[in-house]
């Protein structure tokens, strides 16, 4: 007699690496997903505040990228590209052009890197050094770039950089917005450093900076502290990249993250949302001048995923030919904020605090314990949220840009519960 087939949980246990993460928060098996919703393969459903770790700022199996999917498979387009000429490379370029870049006056090359947001970075990071002739990038506490070993380099997590098993090098972090809790002028650190003649900092070739850290607990930097940054960087020579690969693709209102404070970045990372449909598409920004490169001198081989170049197109064609998506997330800004000071007023007495941007929110307690423990009840609820920085202190909100006003409120409702009900 044939043995029966294991049931799905215990495959997962028996074959898969203990690296896993989110599957042992979330140990449903989801089958299908759809919008803001995603059902595991009972028919049990949850509303998610996680999308895809904000790959998937369009919802789940949006219809008109979808359609666009299955046009471009139906007729035989290419898959797998590498770096030759495509034309739905052709069509993604020219709607960015038409779409992103145009309207804000940008005239920055695009460079396609492998798949990922690290494979972004790298590449940012490595252009950086070989136009100045430099090796030190200055990044900041609390950041996450990525988990390659460049990225890792430039990130703050001490369990995320451990990781590495090697000396982690050429990367000095420097005081992110508020981590001194105001109690030093804005820059003074870096300042002192990059003019004392015995500091021993290496002249950096290149600042990273995230404008709002997701990963590293949803710390937002105020428009003026971005705007020093960025004439820091120019009085002293130095290169500033803006790491928009979770900020970007309008999670913060504007298409860029960086908009608001009316900087412009030399060199900007795009992934995860890009893509759209949350198939795996990376790419690198940066100045005309800046386009140094040598034939092949960076690589690799799925940075011609056609099917998201299809997918980003749509993405752009369908939302970025005019203002209302903008608009729609921060109104609906102004739903969570409300949400979140509701729930803050109520429980005051443990410490309850809130930040975020756009549609990225951040919840706090005084017992860092607790945020775990929201999350938890939220997901028995029927909500997926995560939890970000360094201790895993804050409870994160991601619902796709595209939730309507129904689901975000029904969302915010259920978080509301699971803040009342996980009170030790």
């Not at 690290?118 to 070989?130: D, G, H, I, Q």
């Not at 803006?242 to 908009?259: K, N, P």
């Amino acid at each position: 007699m044939t043995a029966p087939a294991p049931a799905p949980a215990d495959i997962f246990a028996k074959r898969e690496s203990e690296v896993r993460s989110y599957c042992r928060n979330w140990p449903a098996a989801f089958d299908t997903a759809q919008g803001a919703r995603i059902h595991d393969r009972d028919g049990r459903s949850w509303l998610d505040f996680f999308a895809g770790a904000g790959s998937l700022n369009y919802g789940h199996n949006n219809p008109a990228l979808k359609q666009a999917l299955i046009d471009y498979i139906s007729r035989d387009g290419v898959t797998l590209g590498l770096d030759m000429h495509t034309e739905a490379k052709r069509m993604f370029l020219e709607s960015f052009e038409r779409r992103i870049l145009q309207p804000r006056n940008m005239d920055h090359k695009m460079m396609f890197t492998g798949p990922t947001g690290t494979n972004a970075v790298e590449a940012a990071l490595k252009l950086a050094r070989k136009a100045k002739g430099r090796q030190s990038v200055v990044s900041f506490t609390n950041a996450f770039h990525g988990m390659s070993l460049g990225s890792l380099a430039v990130t703050g997590n001490a369990f995320k950089r451990a990781g590495a098993g090697i000396p982690l090098v050429h990367g000095t972090p420097m005081p992110y917005d508020d981590y001194l809790d105001g109690k030093t002028p804005d820059f003074l650190w870096f300042e002192r450093l990059l003019e004392g003649s015995g500091s021993g900092l290496n002249r950096p070739a290149a600042v990273i900076v995230e404008t709002v850290q997701g990963e590293g607990g949803v710390n937002v930097a105020r428009a003026e502290w971005l705007r020093a940054l960025a004439e820091l960087c120019k009085r002293h020579d130095i290169l500033l990249i803006v790491d928009d690969i979770q900020m970007g693709c309008g999670r913060t209102g504007a298409f860029f993250s960086f908009e608001e404070a009316g900087i412009e970045p030399d060199i900007i990372t795009l992934s995860k949302s890009i893509g759209g449909y949350g198939l795996p598409m990376a790419l690198t920004l940066f100045r005309p001048e800046l386009d140094i490169w040598e034939p092949a001198e960076h690589n690799g081989t799925f940075r011609g995923n056609n099917p998201a170049f299809v997918t980003a197109t749509a993405a752009l064609d369908t939302y970025w030919s005019d203002d209302r998506l903008t608009k729609q997330t921060l109104t609906h800004a102004e739903r969570v904020e409300a949400a979140l000071a509701a729930i803050c007023a109520e429980h005051q007495d443990a410490g309850a605090r809130y930040r975020g941007r756009g549609l990225v929110w951040g919840l706090t307690f005084a017992d860092k314990e607790r945020a775990a423990a929201v999350c938890a009840r939220a997901y028995d609820l029927g909500l997926l949220l995560e939890t970000s920085g360094a201790e895993s202190e804050v409870v994160k909100l991601l619902p796709p840009l595209t939730i309507t006003p129904d689901e975000l409120d029904e969302g915010l409702a259920i978080l509301t519960r699971a803040v009342a009900e996980s009170a030790s």
